[in-house]
């Protein structure tokens, strides 16, 4: 059997352009939305990382690796601007598409995953969302693994800090 790379050629559609148009709602709502906390930022992001794996897709030989290199490129991307930049736009407002109750749930998430200093929001969203193990979270953002773990043990207390209210509200009122 014949792997397909993300070389573009031969067969007249580029797999990259398939795979971006296959991934791309999942990228920004799994991704740039949760680690930015801004639909526009998100966009941004993602467009931005987009942009920067393209020219490298005939390297990547697995189909599967590219959501890896956009996703890692996304939280690089993030962190630097971060570091340029210093400041931060948050939104309550979800990308189009969830139900109302979802939308009232990840908001209450996404805010507070928005509390959370940046380096911890990404460490929870890679963890926990896109079920990356600590050691790939760790490569992710460029850290050990022992500081991905203080990353990720002290935005989860935060988030339980700041999400327990809530859960206590709905367990009185049932």
């Known amino acids: 059997m014949k792997r397909?790379?993300?070389?573009?050629?031969?067969?007249?559609?580029?797999?990259?352009d398939e795979f971006v148009a296959a991934?791309?709602?999942a990228l920004l709502r799994g991704g740039a939305y949760l680690i930015t906390g801004d639909v526009h930022d998100?966009?941004?992001?993602?467009?931005?990382?987009?942009?920067?794996?393209?020219?490298k897709r005939s390297s990547i030989r697995e189909p599967g690796a590219a959501e890896?290199?956009?996703?890692?490129?996304?939280?690089?991307?993030h962190v630097s601007r971060w570091r340029r930049t210093r400041?931060?736009?948050?939104?309550?407002?979800?990308?189009d598409g969830p139900t109302v109750q979802e939308a009232?749930?990840?908001?209450?998430?996404?805010?507070?995953?928005?509390?959370?200093?940046?380096?911890?929001?990404?460490?929870?969203v890679l963890r926990y969302y896109l079920d990356l193990s600590v050691a790939q979270v760790a490569v992710e953002l460029g850290c050990s693994v022992t500081t991905a773990k203080t990353h990720l043990?002290?935005?989860?207390?935060?988030?339980?800090?700041?999400?327990?209210?809530?859960?206590?509200?709905?367990g009185r009122e049932g």
């Open 23 to 25: 991934r791309y709602q």
């Open 68 to 77: 890896g290199y956009v996703r890692r490129t996304m939280v690089r991307t």
């Open 87 to 95: 400041r931060e736009v948050l939104t309550s407002v979800l990308p």
């Open 42 to 55: 998100a966009r941004d992001l993602l467009h931005d990382a987009l942009a920067r794996v393209y020219p």
């Open 4 to 16: 397909e790379s993300m070389r573009p050629g031969g067969s007249g559609s580029d797999p990259f």
């Open 153 to 170: 043990a002290r935005g989860l207390k935060a988030l339980r800090q700041e999400l327990e209210p809530a859960r206590e509200l709905v």
């Open 104 to 124: 009232e749930r990840d908001g209450q998430l996404a805010a507070a995953l928005a509390g959370l200093p940046r380096r911890q929001r990404a460490a929870v």
